[in-house]
């Protein structure tokens, strides 16, 4: 069995690179997360719930990571 060379596809080496910095994003959160537990904590559970969803799905998911993927599959941030 052959492989056509038209449909053969060399791997673009951001995605290993954008997987490095997901990882990253993610451990930067929680230690960002662990560092404010002490704060966060003292904080009605009510107030609690809001600033980790806002934490963790805006400043991590939304803002870096949409751009860091569409880099990753195209080339370009935007």
């Given at each position: 069995?052959?492989?056509?060379p038209?449909?053969?596809?060399?791997?673009?080496?951001?995605?290993p690179?954008?997987?490095?910095?997901?990882?990253?994003?993610i451990?930067?959160?929680a230690?960002?997360?662990?560092?404010l537990?002490?704060l966060?904590?003292?904080l009605p559970?009510?107030?609690q719930?809001?600033?980790?969803?806002?934490?963790?799905?805006?400043?991590?998911?939304?803002?870096p990571?949409?751009?860091?993927?569409?880099?990753?599959e195209t080339?370009?941030?935007r």
């Open positions: 069995m052959s492989i056509d038209r449909h053969y596809h060399q791997p673009s080496w951001r995605k690179v954008g997987m490095f910095a997901i990882v990253g994003l451990a930067a959160w230690i960002m997360v662990g560092s537990s002490g966060i904590g003292a559970m009510w107030v719930a809001p600033i980790y969803v806002v934490l963790g799905i805006i400043w991590i998911w939304i803002l990571l949409r751009r860091l993927l569409a880099w990753m080339g370009r941030w």
